[in-house]
Structure formats: C-alpha cells, structure tokens
C-alpha cells in the first residue's frame, strides 16, 4: 500500500462526520462496510471488532492492525458504552479517542468506529433510539448493529424498518436475530431468513447479522461455543441476499474453532471484548484469551504483568465490596479508567504491549485477516467516495411484508427463545 493511495484514500473515504469532527486528521476513519468489502476480498478473512472497554484496549488493538497491515473495527456496545455505561469509553467520545490515538501513533491502516448492540427491548426504546442515534453519527460514529433480537421476530423487524431512516446511508449496518445466549434458543435458518427477506422488501440491506449460534458473552466455560455447522446453514440460506456474517462472544472459543468460523462460513466480522479487557489487566489467559479461574473461582494475575499488584488488589476489594464476580468484573472498567490512566508510562506500556500481543496473533493467525487493509483502500479508491452503497439489491415484494402480513408470517415461525433473562453483553 503506497502513501499515494492511502492520501487519497484519505481525501475521499472519510465519511461527512468524520471530516466536520476532525478536518485536519490523518486517521483514516471510515465506514464499516469498507471493512466487510476488504474481508470479502481476502481469502477467508475476519476483521476484528475489539471492544474499547479501556484506552489500553483501543491503543494494543489499533497497534496490532497496524503491525499487521490489517484494516480494524474499534467498536462500544450500548451496555458498554451508552447512557448507562459501565465504561468510560462511550459512544459520544470513542471515535475521538480513536482519531487522537491514530494520529499521535501514526496509524496508517483503516478503521471503522462501530456502536455495537444498540439495544432495542421494547416500543419506548425505538422512539428513543430515532432520538439518539442521531447523536452517535453527530459524535463519530460510522457502523451501527440495531440489535433488537430481545423482542419477537414480528418486534425486531418492524424496529429496523423503523430506525432505519436515522442510519446513514452510507454507515455500517449490522442486524441481529436471537439473543447471545450460549445453546439454549439458537437461532434457526427461518427466523434469519425471515427478518433478512422482510428488511430486503423494505429496501434495507445490512451488511452483517449477528446469530445466536451458541455462544455467550464474557466469560465462557462451557465447552458449547461456535455451531459451526448451524452458522454455516444459515449463512448459506441467506447468500442471495448477500449479507455476510458478525461473531459475537469469540470467548470462550479456541482459536481452531474460530479459524473453522473463517474457513466455512460467510463470517467477516468477529467481536472481542472480554478477553481483551482481562489481557490488559494482567490476567492470567488461555489460548483464546479466556481468563482462567482457580479453585475458588477467582481470577489469576501474571505477576509483573498489567496493572500493578497493588492496584489489583485495589481492584478486587473494589469488586469484593460492590460484589462482582466473574464476568461483572467488567464493571470495574468506569471507577478504575482514570485510575489506570494515572498509573506510571511503563505499567500503561505494558498493558498496551500485552493487547497489542494477543491482537497481533489472533488478526494473523486466526482471523486471516494480516494485509487487509489495502483491500479496503482499494475498495474506497474503487468507489472513488466514502460511500461504496450496499451488496445486495431487492428481490422481495413489498407487498407481501407490511405491518400486517410481517406479524402473520411470524406468527408461522416455529422458534425456541430461550430463556428470559439479561444477556447484554
């Protein structure tokens, strides 16, 4: 990749939000479906989606993409990072902490900002949401998942049809059926194609869907993970539609089984967020970045790794206090960022040299995705415009999926949901 392309590439593939927040950048911030576009030009390729639970995180991710020549999605998700956040990274300051860090670090490689899982549980929601998402674009913004498999299938297509006109044209799009619940209520060949046909008709064309496909977020310890095979059934009924395929909760998953993801299906997106978070505190990890626990259940730290022993401490008599465990450690993120932000420049390095590490593997080795991302420029060079349009086209008959007819059809849909509960991530 020459500097000539990525210049250009520059001048022409920042999105309108992009350039009004930042004119003077040299970040080449883009949209996601550039990243999508750069996956399907490679050879069984999957960009990361590293969750910026932490500016640790986010400097380790974008260090490993940039040592691999991988194009990269940063990306919060509404529980992480909304109105209720239990981090400090957050929807409305993500992409300028991206864009500072891209340019003080000389970041030459492309880079979506994605608001993963933006939740809608019911009708409330979606008049909130035409409100709000707005802002997210207004603040940086360039990929968005409108998640709302919390509600039935009639509910969570009708709320993509309806937020679809505060979604830029030109933005990412990832949609989603069936909640992340590990094996109980995975999702099924005909709720997916039921909600891919229904926003096709209605000339909505996603670049990704996210599947439960068994898989959960943050920790993982069973030995379910990934249906490979029910993941590539799916893929294969939806193709005409040309959507391709977003994998959430990686945890908990080695890594044969998500080069198995990589290899035999239309996976091109894959979320990483708790282990992530675990490696830049010191933790102690698996191959698949799955903290690993002791006897009691406790976390194990690497001495002289991460955070300091003290501020550990320090962290788990928070948790002990406010009573986290396990996975809820997560919610140590918001009271501990300024805290970790203070601590001296070689413990900071070496919590970024630890994700940096960990990233660099998986991009390369697991997720093939190393030399990404001159095809994602050439793809922006191609379009000649931060906007490249959608795969897919409409081959649905509007006619046939109005209000009406989308609840009489999924009132046919025979679907196992699972069991009630919160599986925000």
């Known amino acids: 990749m020459s500097k000539q392309s990525f210049d250009e590439a520059l001048k022409v593939g920042r999105p ?143 709320a993509s049809i309806a937020l679809n006109d505060v979604v830029p044209k030109w933005a990412g799009l990832e949609t989603e059926v069936g909640e992340i619940k590990g094996k109980e209520g995975l999702s099924t060949v005909e709720e997916a194609l039921f909600l891919i046909q229904g926003l096709n008709a209605h000339d909505i064309f996603p670049d990704w869907i996210a599947l439960n496909n068994g898989t959960t977020h943050g920790i993982e310890a069973s030995g379910q993970g990934i249906q490979v095979d029910l993941t590539a059934r799916i893929h294969e009924a939806l193709a005409e539609y040309k959507i391709s395929g977003a994998q959430h909760g990686t945890s908990g998953n080695n890594s044969d089984r998500l080069r198995q993801i990589a290899a035999s299906t239309r996976t091109t997106k894959a979320n990483v967020a708790t282990a992530l978070q675990m490696i830049s505190w010191g933790l102690e990890v698996n191959d698949y970045g799955n903290a690993i626990l002791d006897a009691e259940g406790n976390f194990q730290k690497v001495k002289d790794a991460g955070v300091t022993e003290v501020m550990w401490s320090e962290m788990q008599a928070y948790a002990e206090a406010q009573g986290y465990k396990g996975g809820n450690y997560k919610k140590l993120n918001l009271p501990f960022e300024n805290k970790l932000l203070g601590q001296p420049k070689a413990i900071r390095e070496r919590m970024i040299q630890r994700v940096e590490d960990f990233a660099y593997n998986m991009i390369v080795n697991v997720f093939n995705a190393e030399n990404t991302a001159s095809l994602a420029i050439e793809a922006i060079l191609d379009a000649g415009s931060f906007d490249c349009g959608s795969k897919a086209n409409r081959i649905e008959d509007p006619r046939n999926w109005t209000p009406d007819r989308i609840k009489e059809r999924a009132a046919q849909i025979d679907s196992d949901k699972g069991p009630a509960g919160d599986f925000d991530d």
Not at 24 to 38: C, M, P, T
Not at 65 to 83: D, M, N, T, W
Not at 115 to 140: M, S, V, W
């Open 16 to 158: 309108p939000n992009i350039i009004q927040l930042f004119p003077n950048s040299k970040a080449l911030i883009i949209s996601g479906k550039f990243i999508d576009r750069a996956m399907l030009a490679g050879s069984q390729a999957i960009a990361m989606a590293a969750n910026g639970r932490n500016s640790f995180v986010i400097r380790g991710a974008l260090r490993a993409a940039q040592k691999a020549r991988a194009a990269l999605i940063i990306e919060i998700a509404k529980s992480e990072g909304g109105a209720n956040a239990y981090c400090a990274i957050n929807y409305w300051n993500i992409a300028r902490i991206v864009d500072a860090a891209c340019n003080e670090m000389d970041i030459t490689i492309p880079v979506a900002i994605h608001a993963d899982h933006y939740g809608i549980k019911n009708d409330d929601d979606i008049a909130a949401a035409k409100i709000e998402i707005p802002t997210l674009f207004e603040a940086g913004i360039t990929s968005i998942a409108i998640d709302a498999s919390h509600m039935a299938d009639d509910k969570n297509l009708l």
